[in-house]
């Protein structure tokens, strides 16, 4: 890095050290919320200089961005703020670790409800797909909600993934929809997974797949394609068979619920998702965890009353 000096703007420092220890270390999801933590410093502290970085300035930095964004969004902020803060200490740039002891505040939470489909109303989609005899976005909304995968990694499958004699799918990489187009890994390492599919994917994509080329993805017809299309599509297969309307990403939701509901366990479901642990899966569907839970005290009441 270029030699700072305590004079100099805290955002310009934040700038460098993003470029130096950020960029081609981390994925570009990743990258693009540091870039956007930068602009926000120039929107709140375009004069703060280093040496101006004290506990009361840095948390007065939160309090402003907690007053637009959530709680959890101000933490996220936070940490993509600390890195940087903690080297300038180190730098003797700043005089003292201004993140000591601060307090993460944020604006009232917005109600998220998780969007997914009953078993009857998943059954009646399935049912209700056009599924011919080439491979088209049907088949697409098909596969998701049969294996819970991600929307980039269904695209980015190819036939090479299909271990039809195994009932296996294998997911190693994502497509990158959001830029370019081409091949990105997974989200994390647990994202690398098996997948076992049923034996009627099986007999529909052996079909499906002859004289596809191995290594080419079976959903990506051109380098663009947009998540709203797939969306589009789900949409109005849902108006038309009169179910809620969800999103790709809802039948993500869907498919994990069903087997919740069906008695699977969280960890089998979570590595079946490519979640990196088990809370993530429990922070994500502990509406239907509590679910299950009240149905077991109503099994275990019935159970004890029948031994009288």
Known sequence: MNQFARTDLFC???????????EGAIRKVTLDKYLMTQEWLKKLIPEVRLCDMTRIVYQQLL???????ERQTTMDFHHQLKG???DAVDEGLIDHDPTRKVIIKGKQPTEKKIKYLNQ???HTLLKGLNLGKEISWDWFILLVAKTGMRFSE?????????????QMLSVSKTWDYKGKGGFLPTKNKSSVRK???????????????KGLPEDKPIFVTKKRVYNSTVNDILARHCRVLEIPVISIHGLRHTHASVLLFAGVSIGSVARRLG?????????????????????DVDLVMRSLSSLC
């Open 154 to 166: 269904a695209l980015a499958l190819t036939p090479k993934d299909f271990d039809l004699s195994h």
């Open 12 to 22: 310009d420092y934040y700038a460098q050290w993003v470029s130096v220890y950020k």
């Open 63 to 69: 309090n402003d961005y907690a007053r637009t964004h």
């Open 275 to 295: 979640h990196a642990s088990m809370t993530t899966t429990q922070k994500t569907y502990l509406h239907i965890i509590h679910e299950l839970e009240n149905q």
């Open 84 to 86: 940087a803060v903690l």
């Open 120 to 122: 009857y109303e998943l």
């Open 195 to 209: 997948i076992q599919i049923d034996w009627q994917i099986v007999v529909q994509f052996s079909e499906l797949l």
